[in-house]
């Protein structure tokens, strides 16, 4: 009969998938290839690696100082590798592993693995969408911390960014930050283009370059999609080689004539519910372009109720300022008259009408007189800004170099712009408390830099995961019991995660076992490569 002491427990829960999903894109042996290995460390590169994603994608908040802790209640050799021990997985090893990925180039070797990924998924790069995003971090970040391994440090090692202040995204301008950017396919917002950038990068000016980098890396015909920090004429002269879409800014003075000044009449319903268009030409920074003046039904309503909140507020504002204006003494008719100037030119929904300059004067205690110019006005609404304003609700410029509607509808326009989201998908998963974003505390940047990858191959293999359980329940018309117990065929992946928590790996007699793999589990693994239902299986 078997004893307590005889039985050991190890929790394997949801990381077999996350597990299963890595090996299914061969990223250990990608990593190996890049960086290399040495026969005397006891755990490569790749494992690593792979330990670092399964550390990110197991929601348990345990920052990268507690990682071997993180895989002691954990079957650490099981998920891993053979012979893998949590020991082994401490900060040194991180931290020389970080530096190898860094040395490599980070871009080309999320690059390597999101393209193998690409091909054994087969995912469309038919669009792609290009994004950035700002994360914060605490400490100072000076370069101190390389001097203990100066003699490590090779004369080609890539540039470090600079953790400095720059626009912050997480509204912490009080702390300095690094950028990623991304750029995810339109086909299950895969991760396939990874860069790290300084803490003062602006887009306007990195968007244009990021493009052309990418595109001499990849060889193919894919429309590129940004927001409106793509659309200068500096980086539009840039993509001459390449299709692109974007959103034109509204301070261009023709985008902003044209959201105001198109008559209703002149829409055209899209395919796409909600939305409407006109189709105009330009030839912006001597580009010739289709511009589609657009309007979402659901965004004008918002921007309306929005806009009679900001009239009803400005009028308060603008009341009360001219009560102070009125009780003001100036010494000259010049000076009241620049005050007046002055104010106006601060109402974008109200004039100031009916203004009068009163001359006066005032007696002191000695019965001396003093003159003064004291100002009467009232107040009015400035009806052909609030009408602009109304006329604008709810629209937006998109443009494209792809004249030809035949290769892109205008109806594909919207939707692929509308599709920009999945890049702020991924920053939102990036962000997320439970994620390991909030441990970004390493004291170098390049190690900083190479964490930033790490959580772009987490995004990777999580996206990877998700498309595939959803795109195999469509192609088989099956669902699965969402939070709610309804079927669906568009589970997250978080709810899949959930599903398979205190599953275990059980050590018996020197025999091992799954437990806890219900019915149900096994139903949802079907849905998933081989490679995770091995992780599952004994």
């Known amino acids: 009969m078997s004893t307590l002491s005889e039985i050991e427990i190890k929790n394997i829960d949801h990381l077999g998938i996350v597990a299963g999903i890595i090996d299914s894109i061969g990223l250990v042996e990608i990593v190996n290839s890049l960086v290399g290995e040495d026969i005397s460390e006891k755990i490569s590169s790749g494992h690593v690696v792979k330990a670092m994603i399964l550390n990110g994608l197991g929601f348990a908040s345990a920052p990268l100082y507690m990682f071997s802790k993180f895989f002691e209640n954990r079957a650490c050799e099981h998920l891993i590798g053979e012979g893998v021990k949590p020991e082994y997985l401490n900060d040194d090893k991180l931290g020389r592993t970080m530096d190898k990925l860094f040395n490599q180039g980070l871009s080309n070797v999320f690059l390597a693995i999101s393209l193998n990924a690409v091909k054994i998924f087969d995912v469309s790069l038919l669009f792609e969408h290009l994004d950035s995003s700002s994360f914060h971090l605490h400490g100072e970040y000076n370069k101190k911390g390389l001097e203990a391994n100066k003699s490590e440090i090779e004369s080609t090692e890539p540039e470090e960014i600079k953790i400095t202040y720059g626009y912050s995204r997480d509204h912490r301008p009080d702390l300095k930050q690094f950028i990623i950017d991304l750029i995810c396919s339109g086909d299950g917002d895969i991760p396939i283009f990874f860069k790290t950038a300084s803490g003062n990068e602006v887009d306007s000016a990195s968007f244009g370059k990021i493009l052309v980098d990418f595109k001499k890396q990849i060889e193919v015909d894919s429309l590129m999609v940004a927001d409106s920090a793509l659309y200068t004429a500096t980086n539009l002269k840039l993509l001459s080689d390449i299709k692109w879409l974007s ?222 359980i959803r795109a195999a329940l469509s192609s088989s018309k099956s669902t699965i019991k969402n939070q709610l117990g309804k079927p669906t065929e568009r589970p997250t992946l978080r709810w899949i995660f959930q599903c398979f928590q205190s599953i275990n790996l059980v050590f018996l007699n020197n025999d091992k076992q799954i437990s806890n793999l219900t019915e149900d589990r096994k139903y949802i693994l079907n849905f998933l490569p081989i490679e995770c239902y091995r992780y599952y299986q004994y």
């Open 247 to 468: 959103r034109v800014p509204l301070s261009l003075a023709e985008a902003k004539r044209l959201v105001s000044t198109i008559d209703d009449s002149e829409l055209v319903k899209s395919q796409i519910n909600g939305y409407s268009y006109v189709v105009k030409e330009s030839s912006y920074a001597d580009i010739q372009q289709r511009w589609l003046v657009v309007q979402s039904e659901a965004r004008k309503k918002s921007d309306l109720r929005q806009l009679e909140k900001r009239i009803q507020k400005s009028e308060i504002s603008a009341t009360s300022q001219l009560k102070k204006l009125q009780r003001e003494h100036f010494n000259c008719y010049e000076d009241a008259m620049k005050a007046v100037s002055k104010l106006s030119k601060k109402f974008k929904y109200h004039n100031l009408d009916n203004i009068h300059i009163h001359k006066k004067t005032l007696s002191d205690k000695t019965e001396n007189q003093k003159l003064f110019y004291q100002i009467e006005a009232s107040l009015s609404k400035n009806e052909p800004a609030i009408s602009n304003s109304i006329q604008s609700a709810g629209r937006f410029v998109l443009a494209t170099n792809v004249l030809d509607e035949n290769i892109l509808s205008n109806s594909e326009m919207i939707s692929e712009y509308k599709a920009q989201q999945s890049c702020e998908r991924g920053f939102g998963f990036l962000k997320d408390p439970l994620f390991f974003a909030d441990s970004v505390f390493l004291k170098t940047p390049k190690r900083i830099e190479a964490l930033g990858m790490i959580m772009a191959l987490c995004l990777l293999v999580y996206t990877l995961a998700q498309r595939q």
